[in-house]
């Protein structure tokens, strides 16, 4: 939500929870709103949560409706969604919109935006919450933090890696700071330039970053990461298994604990560990030679 923007005294608050493919519905509830999207956990379920001067009930169910019916068609699944859309009072809306997001440690890192304070017992990344996902509050996420802290620990000094579908770019981040050369990609213009933002807001440097995917690729690093969604992740296996060195890591996650076994059955690289949290799987694979 742009505050400047913000004329009324209220604003609208809209919970959406889906069954299933939660990434998804993320990444098109901020495509077709483009609006800023919080994700918590209420009551033990995975929730979006979208604040907006303008009710976009009558608009945005319709369009979610329809994103279900296109995902269980392709999917073979029943996939639907339960929301509830409340109206508040806009005053004081900044300070408890800051109040929400809270600093988060992970391994050495501690990720903050501006308004809370750097600790000098950890890495400090600067990150600002924005429409790219990635902040680290989210299981994905964080278990893909503490997956690439744990490969760069097990490779070569200064490791080369690649963070596919880069988002915020807080990956890479993390792995810049443990002195790995990073390189980025994303499908998504917002998030290549959320992520030079932010990597210059850390004082960090980009090896090399495009708007786009693997079709094209021709080079090969020690640690290829991504984070996106199962479907994604197999549609892409090709492509991910050419960008390995030799004894390279992969770090697939942003996989629902349902489809982990699809993962599996088309990556039949040495599977090194495999992580879950909450509903999320992270797997990481080492091509060994």
């Not at 996106?228 to 770090?251: G, K, P, T, Y």
């Not at 349902?258 to 909450?278: G, N, R």
Request: glycine content about 4%.
């Amino acid at each position: 939500m742009n505050f400047s923007r913000i004329m009324d005294k209220f604003y609208f608050e809209m919970h959406i929870i889906p069954s299933a493919f939660f990434d998804i519905f993320v990444s098109e509830i901020a495509d077709f709103t483009s609006q800023a999207i919080e994700e918590n956990i209420i009551d033990g379920e995975s929730c979006i949560i979208l604040r907006t001067s303008q009710n976009l009930e009558s608009t945005l169910i319709p369009f979610l409706n329809q994103l279900c019916r296109n995902l269980s068609q392709i999917n073979h699944i029943d996939v639907c969604f339960k929301y509830s859309i409340c109206k508040n009072k806009v005053e004081d809306y900044i300070e408890i919109y800051k109040k929400s997001i809270t600093g988060l440690e992970c391994k050495d890192f501690y990720i903050h935006p501006s308004w809370i304070e750097p600790k000098d017992s950890k890495i400090n990344i600067l990150l600002e919450p924005s429409l790219a996902f990635g902040t680290g509050h989210h299981a994905s996420t964080f278990m893909s933090i503490e997956a690439v802290v744990s490969c760069i620990d097990k490779s070569k000094q200064n490791p080369t890696l690649l963070d596919v579908g880069c988002g915020s770019g807080i990956l890479g981040l993390c792995a810049y700071k443990l002195g790995a050369s990073v390189s980025l990609c994303d499908i998504d213009d917002l998030a290549i330039n959320e992520a030079k933002k932010n990597f210059l807001a850390n004082n960090a440097t980009i090896t090399d970053i495009w708007l786009g995917s693997l079709e094209s690729l021709n080079r090969k690093y020690d640690i290829v990461v991504a984070n996106i969604i199962a479907s994604v992740i197999i549609e892409q296996a090709h492509n991910l298994l050419s960008s390995l060195n030799d004894n390279a890591f992969l770090i697939l996650s942003g996989i629902l604990d349902e489809y982990a076994s699809l993962i599996k059955d088309e990556f039949k690289l040495h599977l090194v560990e495999e992580k879950t949290k909450d509903e999320w799987v992270t797997l990481i694979y080492r091509n060994d030679t």
